[in-house]
């Protein structure tokens, strides 16, 4: 993995910048899996306690976001996206390490999340020390009709 040779931001996100949310989860998310969130499934998410989310930004713009949540003492990274022109440049393991450091401090010891089986992301959750808990068989579904595992995932937080 390279990293950027500019300097990458991680701000926490306000409602106003939702709009760059759903722009980037539209580039990031592919249809065929069924991942990406309505504006209105977002704005309800935000709605409810223990939930934010954080940008990562590049020259002041939005390349990448986390939505997260904590409930009692346990989190969960719940989306997680970068632009595609923009991956594999360290701005995922930012934003990642971000929500980590986030959940401690709202209280979490566990921090849990899922993902599509043969979702690329695997890899940096893996290498942040994310272990696999379970399967969903069939989890996602694609707007072609397809359908998609999902697996599990969870790290203590130190």
């Not at 390279?2 to 949310?21: F, K, M, N, Y």
């Not at 890899?123 to 999902?150: C, M, P, T």
Request: proline share 5%; with cysteine; hydrophobic share 45%.
């Amino acid at each position: 993995m390279s990293t950027a040779p500019w300097p990458i931001e991680i701000v926490h996100g306000q409602p106003s910048d939702l709009r760059a949310v759903n722009a980037i989860m539209a580039e990031a998310f592919d249809p065929r899996f069924g991942e990406a969130w309505t504006p209105s499934q977002c704005m309800g998410m935000l709605a409810l306690p223990g939930v934010w989310f954080t940008l990562a930004c590049i020259d002041g713009r939005p390349v990448g976001f986390a939505l997260a949540r904590t409930v009692l003492n346990e989190g969960e990274l719940l989306l997680l996206a970068i632009l595609p022109a923009m991956r594999r440049r360290g701005i995922g393991g930012a934003l990642l390490r971000s929500v980590i450091a986030d959940a401690r401090d709202r209280g979490a010891e566990m921090l849990h999340l899922e993902v599509r089986a043969n979702n690329d992301a695997v890899q940096l959750y893996r290498s942040a020390g994310f272990s696999k808990i379970g399967e969903r068989r069939d989890y996602y579904r694609g707007h072609d009709g397809n359908v998609f595992d999902a697996h599990t995932f969870s790290k203590t937080i130190d």
